[in-house]
Structures are given as structure tokens and as C-alpha cells.
């Protein structure tokens, strides 16, 4: 057997072989898919980073390499040197790329043999998401996988190129920094150098890219890694990727125009997907309004209806309950309402209590009027006016909520994206963007009892708002906006506060005495002082973008190596103990 794979080079990928290199001689290195051992001819399903080619071992060909490959198992690691040929017309195998090709083996190497994996590459979507974490690096060869995380590179390149044409500098923040509060949980870091302090971690580099507007880097951008000490879900992840932008002497509509064409860039160019710009906006209380979140899925109807005008002087006890306490009664119209069985309705219930409500009330829509409990306590004027309300044919089903308005939007707003996917009403091939602005400035914490700032405290009141700060701080607007895709927010940013002195306002709104702002955000006060120009800007979450890109259920199939949802890492271990002596070194102290 020929020792060729020092002397000579892989000519070509397993996946890039063409019908236009039938005839041709060809070096293959990659990892058995499959073996095919029939005696006489050995069949292997030789695959690398970009496909699948079947390659074949026949005696006639070389009888010593045919020998050798009936040593070949899964995963063993090849290299081979043959020559292209056509498959026969009844073996073209039309799922593959390459199926209509086969390379004849004249050469082989067994660069390295494996053991049987603990389950097999083609197939591990079967397999336990804590054993195929456990051995990522054997997940990560599956075909689906390696694709997520070409689309990831490709991305992030195309973001590059695109910002780079723009006249935007890419430009480091540090991961060691200070703890400020009005975010989620800081990953600490002990200074050795310094005993008894910490650094922190950065949720986001927000603080140190409005220092750059005011150094004059009038265009930023990072594709940046930052941290969050929250508890986890499909979309989150502890330590995620932004692509973090910020711009300076511009407007929203700047920041908009310019992201608008980023996403059309990456989408078109990744994964060659069309995107129609401009996209539309919806101010957040008309979100709200219409689709119960601040993050809508626009892709299909079930639009949130208020009837509360149209029940006031209803006999329903629920509804008068509602109405007492300044509360809201909502509803959603399913047009087919056959599709949903009694059973189905009855456990509509159990779905909205996740969310704080009490029950869905329901009632089917027939060519005689309404078929409900609650017909006897609605006059017949009041379902007409209902029914037209709500958009309602005979045949559809009306589903209501009642409470307070937080609670009615969030019942009805997950409900209605449930319904869609339960009823199939949601087009998977769709990409709908839609901006949603005009956030409210602050939110009341009830553990808190005060104020938050409901974006960060660094965004900027709407312009005409600024007088409500003294006197009506509830009722201010913030200059913030996100970008959602199809129900997930990807984006979010805001124009940021330059003036001193409304900082300082926005601060002891928030509870922050003067000598706290100072403690904990001075080196940004001061650089306000400092000729600050007017800036805003916004970060992407790459991993959701790669997530709804490909297709992908959880957020760790786009992330080479994810934490589980305690955030352990059961590939490494991660977080684990450390020695005494580290502990001594840092001046910590383990508390049992």
C-alpha cells in the first residue's frame, strides 16, 4: 500500500466531485459514513466538511488496497487516491450532491482507526441532548451541524464586508470590567492583583461603544461575545454573540435604513434569501394592542380584537368583575373553528393560567347566532356588534380573555403563536421583519417598587417627552427600537442620551442618588462633559439570526460549543472546583 499523504495533497472536498471530473484522478480525505462490504466490492460513504462521496474498493483495481479495506469501520479516518467515474444509471443516488459519481480506489490510507462512537453520526437526532454534549466534538460531524456553522462563518464575514464598505471600524472592547447594575446577573471575576475586588463580565460593550462616539469613531461596530448570568431556554444562552453597531450625528430612521440593508446582505449572500426592504414598524403599543407581545410573529392573522367598549352593560358577572377593576376583555377569531374539537377548547384554559389567566371563554359562531355559555347574559345586539367586531363568520370560533391588560396580552399573545402552530396557519419559508418602536421609557417593578429603566438607562427620552421627566416619568417614550423576525426579537438598540444633564435626570429617576451615578457610571458622566455628539445604535443576536436562518429548534445547535440549560459544559466539565491554593491566591474563601 502506497504512503502517498505526506508526498501528495487532497485535491478536492468529498462533497465538491462533479460529473465534469468523470475521468479524472483525485485525492479524498474524510471519515466513513458507511460501509457497504459485498466481497467482491467494498462500497464506503467517504464524507467531510462539505458532503458525501461513495468511493469503491475493487480487487480488479488493486487487490492489496481491497485487502486493506475490509479493515475499514465507521469513522475510521481515510485518505484515498482514484479516479472518477459514473454511477450506473440505476444506482445514481438523486439525495446526494454528488450521487451520480462514484471514485474508484487505486490508493489508500488509514490515517487513523476510532472506536465504535457511542451512537452514530447520520442518525444522532435520536440521541440525548446530554450525550451528544458530552462528546460534541462527535456531534458536531454530523452534516446538519457543520452546515450551522458554515452559515455562522459566512455571516459573520458578510457582516464584515458589508459594515467595512460602509466606512465603519471595527474596534475591541474589553472582557474584563466594572459591574453596573440594570441588567441581568454579572459573571464576576476575582483580581488576584487585587484582593477582595472584582471584575465583571460585560452583558454588552454599551458603555465603552458610547465612549468611542466620543472619542470620534463616529462608526463602530464588534462581533463581540458577552455574558449574562440568567436562567436558560432554546433561545439563550449564557455567553452569546452579538453584532454590536453604534453610529454617531444620525436619527433613527439612519440606523434603520442602514440595518435594514445588513439583514438583506447576510440573508441574501448566506443563505441566498431575498429580503424586501423597507421593513414596517409598529409602535409598541400597538403591538401590544394587536398581537399581546412587544415581539410579534406577523406571518399569520389571529390579531388580538378589544371588545371592552362593546360589554359594559352586559349581564356576564366575569366580565363585570373585569370591568370594575379597569381591567380589558380581548378575543381572537379562529376561522375554521372546526378544526378545534371541544376537548381541544376545554384545554385552552390550562394553556392561558401559565400566564396569570383565569380562562379562555368561548363560543362558536353559527349561521343563527352563537352557540355559548354565555349567551343568555349578552343581549342579542351586543353579539352582532361582537361578532362584527371580531371579524367572525359562521363557522369560526371566538376565544376570550379577561383581567388586567398585562395579563389578557400575555395570555392571548402566546396563545394566538400556540393556535398558529397547532392549526398549521404559520408559512416556515417566510421571513417577516417588522421594527417595533416607541418602547415606554421606564417600567414599574413590583419587587423593586420604583422605576427601570425598560431599554437601559443610557437611552434617550423621546424629544418631545422631555417635559413629562419632572412630572410624568411614567409616560415617557424612549427612542428605542427592536428588530423582530418572524415572533423573535434579533435586534435591539436605541438613540442614546449625549446631554449631561439629562443623564443625570434619567439616574435619579431610577433611584440613583448623585454620589451613586457617580460610583458606578463617573468615567461616563465625565465623558459627557466632554463635547459627547449625538449617537445611537443597536445589537444583533447572531445566534438567533443563525438559529432562524437554518432552521434550527434550539439556540446550542448553532453555537459550536453550547452550555446546557444549568449552564454546565459536560464536555469539559465546566464550572468546576478549584484548588485551595487558587482560592488563597484570590483571597476567596468557600462558604459551605
Not at 475521468?23 to 467517504?46: A, H, S, Y
Not at 465504535?116 to 458536531?140: C, K, M, W
Not at 464598505?165 to 488576584?192: C, H, Q, W
Not at 352593560?313 to 379597569?326: D, G, Y
Request: charged share 25%; with cysteine.
Amino acid at each position: 500500500m502506497s504512503q502517498f499523504v505526506t508526498a501528495q495533497k487532497r485535491t478536492h472536498y468529498c462533497g465538491d466531485i462533479k460529473e465534469s471530473h468523470i475521468g479524472r484522478e483525485v485525492i479524498l480525505m474524510g471519515w466513513v459514513q458507511r460501509r457497504r462490504d459485498l466481497g467482491n466490492l467494498i462500497f464506503i460513504d467517504l464524507r467531510d466538511r462539505e458532503g458525501i462521496i461513495q468511493i469503491v474498493f475493487n480487487p480488479e483495481t488493486n487487490s492489496d488496497v481491497h485487502t486493506t479495506a475490509h479493515r475499514i469501520r465507521s469513522e475510521f479516518v481515510l485518505a484515498v487516491k482514484g479516479r472518477v467515474q459514473p454511477r450506473p444509471a440505476n444506482m445514481v443516488n438523486h439525495s446526494l450532491k454528488t450521487g451520480a459519481v462514484e471514485v474508484t480506489v487505486e490508493e489508500l490510507e488509514i490515517l487513523n482507526e476510532s472506536k465504535t462512537t457511542p451512537f452514530q453520526i447520520e442518525s444522532a437526532g435520536d440521541v440525548s441532548a446530554n450525550l451528544l454534549l458530552t462528546h460534541r466534538y462527535l456531534d458536531l460531524r454530523r452534516p446538519q451541524l457543520q452546515r450551522n456553522m458554515m452559515v455562522r462563518s459566512l455571516v459573520s464575514h458578510e457582516a464584515r464586508n458589508y459594515l467595512h464598505n460602509r466606512g465603519f471600524i471595527e474596534v475591541e472592547t474589553p472582557f474584563l470590567t466594572k459591574s453596573t447594575p440594570e441588567g441581568a446577573r454579572d459573571y464576576l471575576v476575582p483580581s488576584r492583583i487585587n484582593p477582595g475586588l472584582f471584575y465583571a463580565l460585560p452583558q454588552s460593550p454599551q458603555l465603552f461603544k458610547q465612549l468611542l462616539m466620543v472619542s470620534g469613531f463616529d462608526k463602530y461596530y464588534q462581533i463581540v461575545k458577552c455574558f449574562r448570568d440568567e436562567d436558560l431556554r432554546s433561545d439563550r444562552q449564557p455567553e452569546f454573540t452579538q453584532i454590536d453597531i453604534e453610529m454617531s450625528f444620525i436619527t433613527e430612521d439612519d440606523i434603520i435604513t442602514v440595518m435594514e440593508g445588513l439583514m438583506a446582505h447576510i440573508f441574501s449572500t448566506a443563505v441566498h434569501k431575498e429580503i424586501t426592504t423597507p421593513f414596517p414598524r409598529i409602535p409598541y403599543s400597538e403591538a401590544l394592542s394587536r398581537f399581546g407581545k412587544d415581539s410579534p410573529d406577523t406571518r399569520f392573522a389571529l390579531e388580538l380584537k378589544d371588545i371592552t367598549d362593546l360589554i359594559q352593560n352586559c349581564n356576564f358577572k366575569v366580565f363585570q368583575e373585569v370591568l370594575h377593576r379597569n381591567g380589558v376583555v380581548k378575543g381572537i377569531t379562529v376561522e375554521d373553528g372546526s378544526r378545534l374539537s371541544r376537548k381541544d377548547l376545554d384545554g385552552l384554559g390550562e394553556f392561558v393560567s401559565t400566564y396569570g389567566a383565569k380562562g379562555v371563554i368561548w363560543t362558536r359562531v353559527q349561521e343563527d347566532g352563537w352557540s355559548s355559555s354565555i349567551v343568555k347574559y349578552l343581549s342579542k345586539e351586543e353579539m352582532v356588534a361582537i361578532t362584527e367586531r371580531m371579524e367572525a363568520s359562521p363557522g369560526s370560533i371566538l376565544l376570550f380573555a379577561a383581567d388586567s391588560s398585562r395579563i389578557v396580552h400575555d395570555a392571548l399573545g402566546n396563545l394566538r403563536v400556540a393556535l398558529a402552530q397547532r392549526l398549521n396557519l404559520i408559512n416556515k419559508e417566510k421571513l417577516q421583519f417588522t421594527w417595533v418602536t416607541e418602547f415606554p421609557m421606564f417600567e414599574f417593578s413590583e419587587t423593586e417598587g420604583r422605576l427601570m429603566a425598560n431599554h437601559h438607562p443610557f437611552t434617550s427620552p423621546v424629544l418631545e417627552d422631555l417635559p413629562l421627566l419632572a412630572k410624568n416619568p411614567a409616560g415617557v417614550r424612549a427612542r428605542a427600537y427592536d428588530l423582530v423576525l418572524n415572533g423573535s426579537e434579533i435586534g435591539g438598540g436605541s438613540i442614546r442620551i449625549h446631554s449631561r444633564d439629562v443623564q443625570s435626570m434619567i439616574f435619579n429617576i431610577l433611584g440613583l442618588s448623585e454620589g451613586e451615578a457617580r460610583s458606578k457610571f463617573g468615567f461616563l458622566m465625565d465623558a459627557l462633559d466632554y463635547g459627547a455628539p449625538p449617537h445611537g445604535g443597536i445589537a444583533f443576536g447572531l445566534d438567533r439570526i443563525i438559529m432562524i436562518m437554518t432552521g434550527s429548534e434550539s439556540i446550542r445547535d448553532v453555537i459550536a460549543f453550547p452550555k446546557t440549560q444549568k449552564a454546565t459544559c459536560l464536555l469539559t466539565g465546566a464550572p468546576s472546583e478549584v484548588s485551595a491554593e487558587q482560592l488563597v491566591e484570590l483571597s476567596l474563601k468557600i462558604l459551605s
